[in-house]
């Protein structure tokens, strides 16, 4: 058979070691740009913020960096995907009231309403995407009147309670002191907790961004300090700054900090970038000194650093849960470092296994060496990942993976050197993987009717540092369907390119 293009192709391992014996996730990112949208996102889209619905809408929120050397440039844009369609709802947002957007957070209840926290606009506090699909204002001076603490009320934070679509939790400040709030939905009134003392009692907060959590397993609430400028945690033995975190339960306020004395020798850092309670009640904590896990049925901290686990650095900026219960954890690149293995990345723990997969360039995107957020949505079913900050994000877009998404990924150069395979610096073997590569291909018969015929021309099994060369003809009359094991095959048409990456089922 004639061969109009001929590519080597090396079927990466599904199951391959990193530094330590974590898995190579090979699944397909789809990205997201202004091209692929519409035009609905910014050029220089910096995501800061990111939800979804449960009527399925997702929202975007972030800065169009126009001047990378003026801040006064930065346009700050809410996009809206419902799966298909895309939107830019700026404007929309602007008509409504909403003068001057800066958000937190996006809160979506269980009732199909988006919540926006303005912390800029002195006079509208919250921004809201209802169930019907139109967007309403709420302003200080009401929520404030309510809760009996006058205007100029701002909204930090807002959270909930899995268990309840009634109630939601907000984190407020009036510049005299925070409030933890509460939103009953069947009434449409704001209350005071009443909660007094702790980090409550701070008068502006050290400007950092506060934030609250709950936790259905034991009736607590759980606040924190971020700090995003880089030389705040440059002296974290010094001051007050990155608070660590604080507990909040039966009346009872708890810090914990580089000061708290644990059973286990273990102290929490200062410098605490992202925390969460996830689905079994254990709360995470993402720090410049790595992951800290607060064991709610022990009552006891561990600390995962890059010497004892498999984050790629403890530089940690995200961590998150997905549907599985699964642990992402990105991990910034240490910049001033000369050893390769503080690269980024996304490391995910699956704490039923005690088992670690990751997400390099080597079985994804280029990107995700330089991942900086990673936003879980419907209810963690969806990942959507950022990378970088400034002009190295220009025009990088947005990249989601959807548990539809779970793809392997194969690698080649039509030049004849081989792509480096799905590993790194390191390689330990693991568990084999059975391959199989059928060509499908249409041939014409005499009545000019056309019949797909099969053949297969690979049949083996992936072990570590597993590649094999093949010579595959490109051609809209030639598919190859790729089956790994573990994973439902996928068709795929061999194309040219240098190198070349195609992901399949």
Same mark, same amino acid.
């Not at 602007?94 to 800029?120: C, H, T």
């Given at each position: ?55 399925? !809408? ?5 800065? %169009? ?32 009231? #909403? ?49 009996? !603490? ?15 679509? %009634? ?5 407020? /400040?009036?510049? /005299? ?13 704001? /209350?005071?907790?009443? @909660? ?59 810090? @914990? ?14 410098? !605490?970038?992202?925390? @969460? ?9 993402? /720090?410049? #000194? ?64 005690a088992s670690w997969d990751y997400y390099t360039s080597h079985n994804g995107e280029t990107a995700l060496d330089n991942a900086t957020n990673i936003f879980m949505i419907g209810g963690g079913s969806e990942a959507w990942m950022f990378t970088g900050h400034g002009e190295e994000a220009m025009s990088a877009g947005i990249y989601a993976l959807t548990r539809d998404d779970t793809h392997t990924a194969l690698y080649g150069q ?42 297969? !021309? ?48």
């Amino acid at each position: 058979m004639k061969n109009k293009h001929k590519i080597a192709l090396i079927v990466a391992a599904l199951a391959v070691g990193f530094l330590w014996s974590g898995n190579a996730k090979a699944d397909y990112w789809t990205r997201h740009t202004r091209s692929t949208s519409g035009n609905a996102l910014p050029e220089h889209l910096e995501l800061e913020n990111m939800t979804k619905s449960s009527n399925g !809408v997702r929202f975007l929120y972030g800065n %169009d960096r126009v001047d990378m050397n003026s801040e006064a440039s930065f346009v700050r844009h809410i996009v809206k995907y419902n799966g298909t369609n895309w939107s830019d709802e700026t404007s929309t947002v602007e008509a409504a009231g #909403y003068s001057d957007i800066e958000f937190l957070n996006m809160y979506a209840d269980q009732n199909g309403n988006v919540w926006m926290p303005n912390r800029k606009d002195p006079n509208v506090a919250l921004l809201k995407y209802g169930a019907d699909g139109n967007w309403t204002s709420i302003t200080s001076a009401t929520i404030g009147s309510q809760v009996g !603490v006058g205007g100029n009320l701002k909204i930090k934070n807002l959270f909930g309670n899995r268990d309840s679509a %009634d109630f939601m939790y907000a984190v407020a /400040t009036n510049d /005299t002191r925070l409030y933890l709030l509460i939103y009953t939905n069947s009434s449409g009134i704001w /209350t005071d907790s009443g @909660f007094a003392g702790g980090p409550l009692v701070d008068t502006n907060n050290n400007g950092a961004d506060f934030w609250g959590m709950y936790n259905e397993e034991d009736n607590s609430f759980w606040f924190y300090q971020y700090h995003s400028s880089e030389n705040q945690f440059s002296n974290p033995d010094g001051g007050d700054v990155g608070s660590g975190i604080w507990r909040y339960k039966g009346g009872t306020w708890t810090q @914990f900090n580089k000061d708290y004395a644990t059973g286990n020798g273990v102290a929490l850092k200062n410098g !605490v970038t992202d925390a @969460f309670v996830d689905s079994s009640g254990d709360v995470w904590v993402g /720090t410049r #000194y790595g992951v800290f896990r607060y064991d709610i049925s022990a009552g006891t901290w561990a600390n995962w650093t890059k010497d004892n686990s498999n984050i790629f650095t403890d530089r940690v900026q995200k961590v998150q849960e997905d549907s599985d219960g699964r642990i992402w954890i990105v991990s910034l690149a240490v910049e001033t470092s000369t050893d390769a293995n503080n690269r980024g990345g996304i490391s995910i723990y699956d704490p039923s296994t005690a088992s670690w997969d990751y997400y390099t360039s080597h079985n994804g995107e280029t990107a995700l060496d330089n991942a900086t957020n990673i936003f879980m949505i419907g209810g963690g079913s969806e990942a959507w990942m950022f990378t970088g900050h400034g002009e190295e994000a220009m025009s990088a877009g947005i990249y989601a993976l959807t548990r539809d998404d779970t793809h392997t990924a194969l690698y080649g150069q039509v030049s004849g050197a081989t792509v480096e395979k799905a590993s790194l610096d390191s390689l330990k073997k693991s568990s084999a993987k059975k391959v199989t590569i059928t060509k499908k291909y249409r041939v014409q018969k005499k009545n000019k009717r056309y019949k797909w015929k099969k053949k297969v !021309v690979y049949r083996g099994k992936s072990t570590s540092g597993w590649y094999k060369k093949l010579n595959l003809d490109a051609g809209t009359n030639i598919k190859y369907i790729i089956k790994i094991q573990g994973k439902r095959a996928r068709t795929i048409s061999a194309s040219t390119g240098d190198p070349i990456k195609v992901s399949v089922n």
